[in-house]
């Protein structure tokens, strides 16, 4: 079994797979009482599914960019989890492709080639990165990162398609701000999913495929067999 856990925007997402298929989701919003509530969210999931950290062999995690403290408070937790429980073997996920991942399957809908991920940043602008559509199906990714992590103002989104030589007709933007792309960039196709930020579903969902197809992690550029944090930028300091 596969347990991911996404917490690098305000909501503590929890998913629990056996290969590709999902068994239970849930998504908490949070606001500044997230080490407070994040073990015990995770000890009554488990309880909830009938199931133990025994049980468990992958820990999947989104570790960012985002919340600063999101993202502290599940690598201190997952970091943990795996120190106490030696046979889960831990999947750091760049929650950008986790973001990807959860809009997959509306863009091979739309017979679309890339897709722009977006996170708040909480500042005034966005992080994004740009993924391509893998078709080849046997033991390969189905995305794969073509740009780095950026940072961007939403106004400068057209910008971003100028430096990366896309069209309108072959992207999906999807995440933080869509509803202002829309408006930024005319007849941009954008994700009519329900969850527009990272969720533990993708996360899990692209960790199940490189399990499944016994994809080297070390072949990739988003994924890793460690917990570390993913940041954009260094943190800002108070110095009230």
Known sequence: ???????????????????ESVLNHISIPFKDELSEIIVPTIKMFLKDNLISFSDISFLAVGCGPGSFTGI??????????????????????NSLAGLAMSALHEVKILKLKYIISSINSKKDDIFVQLFKINNIKKKSLPIVAISDIDTIKIEKLYNFFVINNLTLKEVLFVGHQFNIAKKVIENLNVSKNSIQHPDSLG?????????????????????FDKFKPIYARSAQINLK
């Open 72 to 93: 502290r408070a599940i690598i201190s937790t997952a970091l943990g989890i795996t120190i106490s429980n030696i046979h889960i073997k831990s999947i750091g996920i």
């Open 1 to 19: 079994m596969i347990i991911s856990i996404e917490t690098s925007t305000s909501n503590l997402s929890i998913t629990l797979l056996n290969k």
């Open 203 to 223: 996360v899990g969902k692209l960790a199940s495929c490189i399990i499944t197809s016994k994809i080297s992690i070390n072949k990739t550029i988003f994924t």
